[in-house]
């Protein structure tokens, strides 16, 4: 009897709950970064530095997680990371400061999913078959989208009526609810005979990937090649031959990364174990599907960065506001994710995916429209309801066609290259609409501040000289109230403040246009996903 046959829901209910938890961890950070700041009594590059290293932690160990489960058996390895998670999350939950979180959260936690991940994706594969496991990955999907637009509004809700530790608090007690159900899950022994783990593989990988995914992740706040707040050591900047330090960050692990390569294809020469058989690369499905996956969480991740600044920064929301205007998207991702398996079994996953990318690419150029100083709520809200739709029908089909494209002996590995191509895509995706949006925001307002006719040259080329080395994002008010501060006169100080506005929305406005172009760009990434063949009938289809 098949595996779709024998296995019922409970067991995607337990995958999507483990799911829902991953992927909202961050996304609650993000919006409770004051609450954190004041309650550990540090600073907001702090914490922002705790969420820089668990996405670094999380994706650099996400190739040897999945290999880890062909050595100790997937649901073992999905077990054990859940507990890991559980304590950095109880760990976290009880911080007394910043370095209690750094411990918790980044490196304990970031362990943890690193091992659950790729975990979750290969317990899929492995329990369901056919239209059932198109359907059980459209709920992963789903879940996954829902968990990062409700991600604001739970988050929200806690730090303004609560707190921050709830969330962490409340992840635990999910764990382990989790780990009480996780026996109903379909039995998955180690791979036999048990492969030997690649050490050098492993480091290789890990440290390209960290270096590469730390240098951007950095990128909008060091710059991408022109030095912005360049990072210093003993008060001394580092601006390695005059630029920034970001590619040089992202070269070394691009060299890390090919030794990596090389390295594994001689130990595949020489028939030893592996980490990664980069022979699976050359799967058209597979290749297609990363890549395409990649370029959607690119283009998720960018709309996710846009979105809140707008709400919170320009219309001054606060982060339990800005989850209920945002929640109109996780209700139609979640139903478009549920229905794209229907979809493609009569127009193809390649048509459903195709279809997501023009429904975001329409969605963004609306989105653009609704950005003012006075919010359209409906226009905001159906702009939003149908980037849910793009992205649900995306996130319905990606999944199943990456793990049906490998046969059993490589599900595992499989949901690791899934899991690195999404960490890469979010990283790629936050970098570089930041950066658009800071670039723009700066270039508007300097264009703005020195054609000003009620600013006198001075401070124009004051206001021009700071500008220049990049300037943050803050609510018109506080600008106004910083100018003020420089002893600048009510009028001029009006007057800065006003072109810094009209320079904000400018930039916001280019920023989402940035993700309507990459949604579009996405589409020939989509050549060679599955036609109307489903899934299972493509799979080891090799170039």
Not at 154 to 180: D, M
Not at 197 to 212: K, P, Q
Not at 398 to 426: F, R
Request: contains cysteine; neutral net charge.
């Amino acid at each position: 009897m098949s595996a779709s046959r024998e296995a019922g829901w409970l067991p995607i209910g337990v995958l999507a709950a483990a799911q829902f938890v991953m992927v909202l961890d961050s996304s609650v950070m993000n919006v409770s970064i004051s609450q954190i700041v004041a309650d550990l009594d540090t600073t907001i590059q702090g914490v922002q530095l705790a969420i820089t290293a668990y996405t670094l932690v999380m994706a650099s160990l996400m190739l040897f997680g999945a290999r880890l489960g062909d050595v100790l058996g997937r649901d073992r390895c999905f077990a054990i990371g859940l507990a890991i998670y559980g304590l950095g999350s109880l760990t976290t939950a009880l911080s007394p400061s910043l370095t209690v979180l750094l411990i918790g959260w980044s490196l304990v936690e970031g362990i943890g999913a690193a091992l659950v991940m790729p975990a979750i994706v290969a317990l899929v594969a492995s329990t369901y078959s056919g239209p059932r496991r198109a359907t059980a990955f459209g709920i992963i999907g789903g879940v996954a989208g829902a968990a990062i637009a409700a991600g604001p509004l739970i988050g929200g809700w806690c730090t303004t009526e609560l707190s921050w530790r709830y969330v962490f608090a409340g992840e635990t007690v999910i764990v382990i609810g989790i780990l009480l159900l996780r026996r109903r899950l379909t039995p998955s022994p180690a791979t036999e005979p048990k492969p030997r783990l690649d050490v050098v593989g492993v480091l290789l990988s890990s440290g390209g990937l960290a270096l590469a995914v730390f240098g951007i992740l950095k990128s909008s706040t060091w710059g991408w090649i022109e030095p912005l707040a360049a990072p210093e050591i003993d008060g001394r900047e580092i601006t390695p031959l005059g630029f920034s330090v970001v590619p040089f960050l992202i070269l070394g692990g691009g060299i890390l990364l090919y030794a990596f390569a090389r390295w594994e294809e001689r130990r595949t020469r020489g028939g030893a174990d592996t980490l990664v058989d980069l022979a699976l690369l050359r799967i058209k499905p597979l290749r297609a599907g990363l890549s395409t996956l990649c370029m959607q969480q690119l283009v998720l991740l960018g709309a996710f960065f846009v979105l809140p600044v707008y709400l919170q920064v320009v219309l001054g929301l606060d982060a339990f506001e800005t989850g209920k205007r945002l929640f109109p998207m996780s209700v139609t991702m979640l139903i478009a994710a549920l229905a794209g398996p229907r979809l493609a079994a009569g127009l193809a996953p390649k048509r459903v995916a195709q279809l997501g990318l023009l429904a975001l690419v329409v969605a963004a150029v609306l989105l653009v429209d609704t950005i003012d100083v006075e919010l359209d709520g409906a226009a905001f809200a159906f702009a939003l309801a149908l980037f849910g739709v793009g992205a649900g029908l995306m996130l319905s089909q990606l999944g199943n066609i990456i793990m049906s494209s490998v046969g059993e002996d490589h599900i595992n590995i499989a949901g690791g290259l899934q899991g690195t191509a999404q960490n890469l895509g979010a990283s790629l995706g936050t970098a570089f609409i930041g950066s658009v949006l800071i670039a723009a925001l700066s270039s508007g307002f300097v264009e703005r501040v020195t054609a000003n006719p009620d600013l006198p040259q001075a401070v124009q080329q004051r206001a021009a000289a700071v500008a220049q080395k990049g300037i943050p994002l803050a609510p018109v008010a506080e600008v106004e109230a910083a100018v003020r501060g420089a002893d600048l006169p009510a009028a001029q100080a009006r007057a800065v403040a006003r072109d810094y506005g009209d320079a904000q929305l400018d930039g916001l406005r280019r920023a989402l246009g940035a993700v309507a172009l990459l949604a579009f760009l996405a589409l020939p990434f989509t050549r060679n996903l599955p036609g109307r063949a489903p899934p299972d009938d493509v799979l080891m289809s090799r170039e």
